[in-house]
């Protein structure tokens, strides 16, 4: 057992145990919060991999940015306190256990049998030099420039497509 | 030394659980937050196999899929707000006719 193992291991829990606890808290509040503590595992995780650029990128983007989002709608809505109907499907749970053990299974299977032989060392202290995000600067803009570009496409896409969705009702009464 | 089996068998497991919460909870908030989770589960699987093979690619892959996600939020939840004016809730069942 390496330290690498042991802080993998206890990440691990750490992850699936939020995300359980995302899937099943009562409330949306809870709920997205539990979203938050994995999002960070994650980013740990990225650490680890030799990843630090996209460390950060999770934690400003996913756990800044969309769980603040998240929350915001949840407490404009009020969701937190809205009664759970009777679900309309009674048999959709327990099938939806049954499938998810299964995909879990198989996919657990498939990588096994399949073993990759790849090994994951700890990143030397190198890796979080500037010279690396600079040579990862200079694949995104040489290699993936136009998916960058449509990227911010989407971006613009998206942002217009929010503010007219919640616009609606000021253009009808026109 | 960690095999990178681990971390694919990590990302296997955290996608398990965001698509039995698609599946089992009726809650559109809820469901949001686990298809947040399936993306997660992938982006680690591309950073795990970038790492292994010592390439950039999966890195920036990871991180054109966080800008998808967070367009992806925004018109959600605002569609998500615009049904809750009209419905006054936000039960999945419900969401079954187009015209609002």
Redesign the interface.
Known sequence: MTIDLILFLILSLVAIAAALGMLFSRNPVYSALFLVLNFITVAVFYLLLGAPFIAMSQITVYAGAIMVLFLFVIMLLGAESLVPLPSALPWQKPLAFFLAVILAVESTYLILSSAQTGVITAPDIAVNSMENLREMAMTLFNDFLLPFEVTSILLLVAMVGAIVLTNREKAGQK | ??????????S??????????V?????P??I???I??ML?AG??AF???????KS??G??F???V??????????G??????I?KTKK???I?EMNSLKG
């Open positions: 030394m960690v095999k990178v089996d681990y971390y694919i068998i990590l296997a497991v955290l996608f398990t659980i965001g698509a039995l919460g599946l089992i909870r009726r809650n908030l809820i949001f937050m686990s947040e989770l997660n982006n680690l950073v795990a196999f970038s790492s292994v093979y950039f690619s890195q920036i990871v991180f054109f966080i800008a998808v996600a967070a367009a992806e939020v925004a018109v939840l605002a569609l998500i707000v615009e809750f809730n936000i039960n069942d």
